[in-house]
Every structure is written in C-alpha cells, then in structure tokens.
C-alpha cells in the first residue's frame, strides 16, 4: 500500500470527523479506513489522531501533518486536472463568490455565458457581500470589486472599475449646483453601507493627493441597487457603481458630480488562492471572463 493512499484516508477521516463517517462518505469500510490510517502512523513514528469510544480528536502532530499534507494532496490533484485538461473536457465543480451587485446586474450574464459555453462544469455561485476567506470557506474563485490591496492570492484584473456620484435632476435644481465635493457636507446623501468609510466619502485632486467629506443623510443600506434607487427618488446624493448606475444616466434619470474628483485606484478582478498547479477550470473560468469584459466593454 502507497504512502499516498494512507495520506488520502487520515485526510478523509479527519474531514468527516470520524471513521465511521468517512467511511460512508469515501465508500470504504470502516476497518480499512482505519488501517490505513494505523500504518501511516506507524510509517511516521508518531500519532496522528486521538480514537476513544466518545471522542475524535487530532493531536499536535496530527494538526501539523493535516494542514502540510491537505496542501500537498491539493497540488498532485491539481496537477492532474491540468493534464486532464489538455487531452479531454473539462469536468467536475467550481464554486464561486461573488458580490450580489454584480450577480444581480448586467454584468452577471457573464456566469451565465460561461455556464452555456462549459456545460461540463458544474457552477456553485454564492452571492456574498463580505469579505470570504476563499481558502477557509472552500473557494475556487472570488470576485471582488475593490481596490486591490497587498494578498496572498492571485489577482488578475477583469475591467476598470469607477464609483460614480449621481443625483437626480430634481435634487440638483432643489438644492441648487454642486460644484466641489466640500458642498456634500450640506446637502442629504445616501449612505451604502457597505463601503469601509461609508461615512467619509473619498476623492482625489488632479495632482493625485486624496481628501474625503463627511457626509449625512436620510437613508443608510448595505444595497447598492437600493441606493440607486434612492437617488433616482431624489432623496439626495449616492455613491453608486458605475456598471449599474449607467442606464440611469444614460435615460436622463441620474446625472454624474464631481467626475475630475474620481479616485482611479478600483477595479473588477478575480481572486483565487495562489497554487503552483492551478486547477483547469479555474484557469478557464477567468480566461473567459477577462475575454467577455473585453468584448462588452
């Protein structure tokens, strides 16, 4: 017996929480399962997990081995799928997060065109706002719409990305022209709750440097498309992304403020953790996203 079967069985165990429950899920008995596991301990010198009749725990060096070796088996997996890929279809599952702005607006059709185009994968999106922790939570991909910060993981970038403040005409002609962003703090905005400094809005001068205003107002939500609406109603001025707050431009029902003030740090981008063989259908996914935003811009 491989050492790399004993491996796969203490990892099983340890996922199940359980002999008896990896045993069902694996479809192999539980003595066999145990076996397995007995002799990688054996091979190792040291005992991986605690077995009573009531209680299932590992120990330090069980810990140790379960993080390094889940690692190891992630990239001899990986690296198979990557040879798989070039010589059959892609198959299997592919979980992703995703902001529920994203999902819910145009853009969205993106999954929706891959989903048609790579029939053979299975997709599990999750419309998620907060921050996910890909690799704790189990996924392959996120999208994030952000100002990329300093990561562990891979980002590649799918399309610029601009925060638009917009007011209805109604509200510009009641609260007369707003021709700096200092005049915010006068007039009643919408507040996305969602933004890390929802209460401090942020701009940027012509020469680069950055200032904020502090800003009030009737209505607070964690909703972008809420938001949208909000400003549509003339309830006062709203951050808004600009790939949902375009058709409202475009029809008259919103105008754009302070767009020379715009910080240019934001972008769209999928995340994914970082691996030395990356998985083919991750490497497809954002393949064809980066494609699509190309041909939709």
């Known amino acids: 017996m491989d050492t790399l079967t004993r491996i796969r069985a203490f990892i099983d165990v340890v996922d199940a929480e359980g002999f008896s429950a990896a045993a069902r899920r694996v479809g192999r008995s539980k003595a066999l399962l145990s076996k397995y596991v007995r002799e990688l301990e054996d091979e190792l010198g040291a005992l991986l997990l605690n077995r009573t009749t009531r209680q299932f725990s590992l120990t330090e060096a069980g810990h140790t081995y379960y993080r390094t070796a889940s690692d190891i088996l992630k990239e001899i997996d990986n690296l198979a799928d990557l040879v798989r890929a070039n010589n059959s279809d892609l198959r299997g599952r592919l979980r992703i997060t995703a902001p529920r702005t994203f999902i819910d607006a145009e853009i969205g059709q993106s999954f929706v065109d891959f989903s048609v185009a790579h029939p053979e994968l299975s997709l599990d999106i999750v419309a998620e706002d907060r921050f996910v922790d890909l690799v704790e939570e189990g996924f392959d991909v996120a999208i994030r719409i952000t100002k990329l910060e300093d990561s562990t993981l891979i980002a590649r970038k799918l399309d610029d990305f601009q925060l638009l403040f917009c007011a209805s005409p ?25 933004g890390r400094n929802h209460g401090n809005w942020r701009f940027a001068e012509s020469d680069g440097t950055s200032f904020s205003v502090a800003i009030s107002g009737p209505l607070e939500v964690n909703s972008p498309l809420a938001c949208l609406r909000a400003a549509v109603a003339g309830l006062g001025v709203s951050i808004c992304p600009d790939f949902i707050a375009r058709p409202k431009i475009a029809s008259g029902e919103l105008v754009t403020l302070f767009d020379d003030y715009l910080t240019k740090d934001r972008g769209i981008y999928a995340i994914y953790p970082h691996r030395r063989y990356l998985p083919a259908k991750v490497r497809t996914f954002v393949d064809f996203l980066h494609a699509w935003f190309r041909r939709h811009r």
């Open 170 to 194: 109604a509200f510009l002609e009641k609260h007369g022209p707003l021709t700096h962003p200092s005049k915010l703090a006068d007039v009643p905005c919408v507040i996305d709750t969602n």
